[in-house]
Each structure stands twice: as structure tokens, then as C-alpha cells.
T-cell receptor, first 112, second 114 residues
């Protein structure tokens, strides 16, 4: 079945550090890939998405590139801020529109 | 515009009781989803509606769980004979028309079964 694997957290960084959160997936065909973010006390929010191989999703300084050859969708940001502290979830929806499958989430803490 | 709303935000009940959780999706979104999220985990799919019908209920854990969407907008998740293991945050999401579209989530209902 479909699955998403994320790097385990928590990840703790200093402000302005470079961020990478790894995400790899297993799915049939060509899934759509998503990153969601959950800020403390808030609901899940869509951060970015990519729907086909080599697409790059970007938003709020975050980027992720759909790599079919490595079945990955790693999240990156060049300079994190304290306000980026949250839990980040990688997710996929496969080609035939099966259920969204979420990874377990990676907690990011950014220290001033 | 208005996002997905869920009520109540918190629900505390006793083991064996019946509960109803409500979801009001984004206007115009035909697809609606229910998930359950336990502490430290990602959302777990429960059920997906396309319009008024449950297109996929394969995630419902057992027959104590049931959901309806009678007019293709608001949905209610119903849990009978609640158990302590049902305690979780129940999330509702909607998307424009299909499961390949991005989903927009409500704030969730935290259910605690004592």
C-alpha cells in the first residue's frame, strides 16, 4: 500500500539556519505530493504541493521538489525563523485518487 | 473567505455514551473528509464524501462509527458506545472536487472519553 516516511524529530535549529526535512514515499503511479504544517494550537494548513515529477512547490520561503527517481519530496528553507516552529507533515494522494496518506510528522523548533 | 469549521472544539464524554461531531466545509467544496489524529501521529483517514454519498468509508475502525452528509454540505460524524480508545482529535477537511485536490482542514474537535 501507499506510505510516507519522514525523518524523525524533533529538529531543533537556530534562527537563520538551513532546514531540510526528508520525506520519501511509496505509491503506485504518479501521486500528488503535499506538505502540511500545524502551528501550535492551530489546524493543519497546506504549505505547498507538487503534482508531477520535477515540479517544485514553494511557499513562504519553503521549497520541495518532486523527485520520482528517488521517490522523495524533501522540504527545505534557506533561513528559518522562530515563527516556523511547528509540526510538518508530508502527504500523498495517489494517481487513482486513493486516500491521502500522511507521514507521522516532524516537529521543528527554531530558537532565537 | 470562511474556512472549514468544526464544532464543538472540545468534547468530554463518558465511556459508553453517544457523541456527534459537526463539520461545515468550505462553500462550494464537494469533497469532504474525516480524519482522526492521535498525539504525535499524522492524521488517519476515516471516511470520504463526494457530495451526499460516502465514496469511501474504508477507514472507519468499526460499526460504532458512522458519518452522514445529507445535503452535500455539513457533515456529522457519529460515534456510538464510546470507548477510551476513541479519544483523539477528529479533523474534517474539504477539497474542491476530488481526492487529488489539496485538502483544507478545520481546527479539529478534541474528543476525550473518560
Amino acid at each position: 500500500g501507499n506510505s510516507v516516511t519522514q525523518m524523525e524529530g524533533p529538529v531543533t535549529l537556530s534562527e537563520e539556519a538551513f532546514l531540510t526535512i526528508n520525506c520519501t514515499y511509496t505509491a503506485t503511479g504518479y501521486p500528488s505530493l503535499f506538505w502540511y504544517v500545524q502551528y501550535p494550537g492551530e489546524g493543519l494548513q497546506l504549505l505547498l504541493k507538487a503534482t508531477k515529477a520535477d515540479d517544485k512547490g514553494s511557499n513562504k520561503g519553503f521549497e520541495a521538489t518532486y523527485r520520482k527517481e528517488t521517490t522523495s519530496f524533501h522540504l527545505e528553507k534557506g533561513s528559518v525563523q522562530v515563527s516556523d516552529s511547528a509540526v510538518y507533515f508530508c502527504a500523498l494522494s495517489d494517481q487513482i485518487g486513493q486516500n491521502f496518506v500522511f507521514g507521522p510528522g516532524t516537529r521543528l523548533s527554531v530558537l532565537p | 473567505g470562511a474556512g472549514v469549521s468544526q464544532t464543538p472544539s472540545n468534547k468530554v464524554t463518558e465511556k459508553g455514551k453517544y457523541v456527534e461531531l459537526r463539520c461545515d466545509p468550505i462553500s462550494g467544496h464537494t469533497a469532504l473528509y474525516w480524519y482522526r489524529q492521535s498525539l504525535g501521529q499524522g492524521p488517519e483517514f476515516l471516511i470520504y464524501f463526494q457530495g451526499t454519498g460516502a465514496a469511501d468509508d474504508s477507514g472507519l475502525p468499526n460499526d460504532r462509527f458512522f458519518a452522514v452528509r445529507p445535503e452535500g454540505s455539513v457533515s456529522t460524524l457519529k460515534i456510538q458506545r464510546t470507548e477510551r480508545g476513541d479519544s483523539a482529535v477528529y479533523l474534517c477537511a474539504s477539497s474542491l472536487s476530488s481526492r487529488r485536490d489539496a485538502q483544507y482542514f478545520g481546527p479539529g474537535t478534541r474528543l476525550t472519553v473518560l
